[in-house]
């Protein structure tokens, strides 16, 4: 499976934005996706999850209310819309996949998009 993020750009703070993730491959829909950030100077973290089918989510505590995770296995893609944001949402985001669901362990994803740039401005 390849990924490739994109959607990412500046924005001042309160805004939104929406990420998308389009992956290759015929067994994405066999797979788990996440988003992970990473922030400069800062370890990559656990942004949110969603099972293969789309029915259950996970998110950090940071993002919860403001950021939603989405797919559609028709299109093989994965979202993150992201409102209220703040400047401390700002880094690199990543979209990944992992066999197994609900998961916010980093070495359990195996597939891993290129990252896309966020920046909230104060």
């Known amino acids: 499976v390849q990924l490739q993020a994109s959607g990412g750009g500046l924005v001042q703070a309160g805004g939104s934005l929406r990420l998308s993730c389009a992956a290759s491959?015929?067994?994405?829909?066999?797979?788990?996706m996440g988003w992970f950030r990473q922030a400069p100077g800062k370890e990559r973290e656990f942004v949110a999850t969603?099972?293969?089918?789309?029915?259950?989510?996970k998110y950090t505590d940071s993002v919860k209310g403001r950021f939603t995770i989405s797919r559609d296995n028709a299109k093989n893609t994965v979202y993150l819309q992201m409102i209220s944001l703040k400047p401390e949402d700002t880094g690199v985001y990543y979209c990944?996949?992992?066999?197994?669901?609900?998961?916010?362990?980093?070495?359990?994803?195996?597939?891993w998009g290129q990252g896309t740039l966020v920046t909230v401005s104060s």
């Open positions: 969603i099972n293969w089918t789309g029915g259950s989510t």
């Open positions: 990944a996949g992992s066999r197994f669901s609900n998961s916010n362990y980093i070495p359990g994803y195996v597939y």
């Open positions: 491959g015929r067994i994405f829909s066999s797979y788990a």
